[in-house]
């Protein structure tokens, strides 16, 4: 019998432990919590490595009747300042990643006064990223913020501010001058509407120290005159609250923009046609349909073009360096609605869909793009057969009908088979793509993985797979080499 402490993965060195322990909380999207209950020695290293702990998060959202309850990635779940305190120390001098939502917390001057006595004085100096959420004064939350007043963030490279309730403005102005004096490596900020007092977007521009540090910017659209001050942005998400903006949003022309995101209500008379040629990565998020009345200016640069919609219906798009298309469902929704499918003017080499619609449907959009993609990733979020006889036979039918004769590489992705028999449908059907008609131009390369189940230990959110982890079913390449 091996006795606690004596496995051989407990008598490798300290440094090499503590490096797996680090890619299994992050590559797994799990807690470091469960480390701590299997060995002393276990127990004693995990301890030992402040970067495990250096993810944290404050809050305690109720569980909803029936649904799991989720943390955030990664994080170090603290339900008190107490706890909150404690997880600080263990992280040690490592860089923090700070997640905080009050919205079911309470904090009193007691508790707030024992916390800045459990840590250093320079704890937030260390924080790398920094999330608000659901802030309010109603729970003693202006008591908490008041802590952030006098810091410095000297590391600080991240800022969210995510939906605060009056009178919190009022303190998030103080803690907003104080970070545009002290965060001088501030790269990135998101930023959404504070209820009731209307603090958003159309304050920053009483902070052009800190607009003009930036590299990325989120927010809400609603009559800005910050651009000017945004000389270093590459990266702007923008929310459209309404079908036409009363004015353009005059960026400096120098501006070095290469990513945009428009969400909402898209609408390309809202930008200065000059941005257009610059990007490489564009994202449209929308649950209707564009302004038709204003056409798409050509995107010469562009290389990734992602549509999050319910309606796949794009007009005349010239963009000559596509590379990549991703097509998912607006938001929560099910399905892409609109048929027949309408996507003129790409010619992608890499197609992703999170598919949720029917797989004749998913059969349609393919047709549109069939000719010119390589590399076909196909992924559910549903408990479904994402691979099932239609998509198969469209990828495998012999002469002229052929889908995607330019196809080298399919991965398909989804939640495990509802039973053995789907698994085996689904390997089966990756076997005849693999080995599809000889019209085709070259082998495909065929992957198949599943998301895992989630429990107490894995602590990724459902809804973000595309990000997560995925198990891939190993040995495909044997039992692809199996006769049909």
């Not at 504070?194 to 809400?220: M, T």
């Not at 499918?341 to 890499?350: A, E, M, Q, S, W």
Request: aromatic share 8%; charged share 20%.
């Amino acid at each position: 019998m091996i006795q606690h402490g004596a496995t051989p993965v407990s008598r490798l060195p300290l440094e090499l432990l503590q490096e797996i322990f680090l890619y299994h909380v992050w590559a797994n999207k799990s807690s470091p919590i469960d480390l701590l209950f299997t060995n002393k020695t276990w127990y004693k290293a995990a301890i030992a490595t402040s970067a495990l702990w250096s993810r944290i998060m404050l809050g305690n959202r109720p569980r909803q009747p029936g649904m799991l309850y989720f943390t955030t990635p990664g994080r170090v779940q603290c339900t008190n300042l107490s706890s909150f305190a404690h997880a600080i120390k263990r992280a040690g001098h490592s860089p923090l990643e700070l997640t905080i939502t009050c919205s079911n917390l309470s904090f009193e001057q007691d508790d707030i006064t024992e916390f800045k006595s459990s840590v250093d004085s320079e704890w937030l100096s260390r924080c790398r990223s920094l999330v608000w959420l659901s802030i309010s004064a109603l729970a003693g939350g202006h008591l908490f913020l008041r802590l952030f007043h006098a810091a410095k963030y000297d590391a600080l490279e991240h800022l969210t501010i995510w939906s605060m309730t009056q009178p919190i403005g009022l303190e998030l102005e103080a803690f907003m001058q104080q970070i545009e004096a002290t965060a001088v490596n501030l790269r990135s900020v998101t930023l959404t509407p504070v209820l009731e007092y209307g603090w958003n977007g159309v304050a920053l521009h009483k902070y052009p120290k800190l607009l003009r540090r930036l590299h990325a910017l989120r927010l809400s659209i609603t009559g800005l005159t910050i651009w000017q001050n945004l000389v270093n942005l590459v990266e702007l998400d923008i929310s459209l609250p309404t079908p036409r903006i009363q004015t353009q949003m005059i960026l400096p022309p120098t501006i070095p923009l290469t990513r945009l995101t428009m969400r909402e209500h898209v609408d390309t008379g809202a930008l200065v046609p000059s941005i257009f040629a610059s990007l490489t990565h564009l994202t449209l998020e929308t649950n209707g349909f564009w302004n038709s009345g204003i056409p798409f200016p050509p995107f010469t640069a562009l290389s990734s073009l992602e549509l999050r919609v319910l309606y796949l219906n794009l007009p005349s798009f010239t963009a000559p360096s596509l590379h990549s298309l991703t097509l998912r469902p607006y938001s929560s929704a099910q399905t892409i609605y609109m048929k027949p499918f309408r996507i003129f003017g790409l010619n992608p080499k890499v197609l992703l869909i999170d598919r949720c619609q029917n797989e004749t449907d998913l059969v349609d959009i393919l047709r549109e793009l069939s000719n010119c993609i390589e590399d076909l990733h196909v992924s559910s979020r549903f408990r479904q057969h994402v691979l099932g006889n239609p998509l198969t036979m469209a990828l495998c039918v012999s002469g002229k009908d052929l889908l995607a004769p330019n196809l080298a590489s399919l991965t398909v992705t989804s939640e495990p088979p509802a039973s053995e028999d789907k698994e085996v449908a689904i390997l089966s059907n990756l076997r005849r793509v693999s080995r599809r008609s000889e019209d085709a131009s070259k082998a495909v390369k065929v992957k198949y993985g599943i998301f895992p189940s989630f429990d107490r230990t894995r602590v990724m959110a459902p809804e973000n797979k595309w990000e997560g982890t995925v198990e891939w079913v190993e040995p495909l390449e044997d039992d692809l080499s199996q006769p049909l």
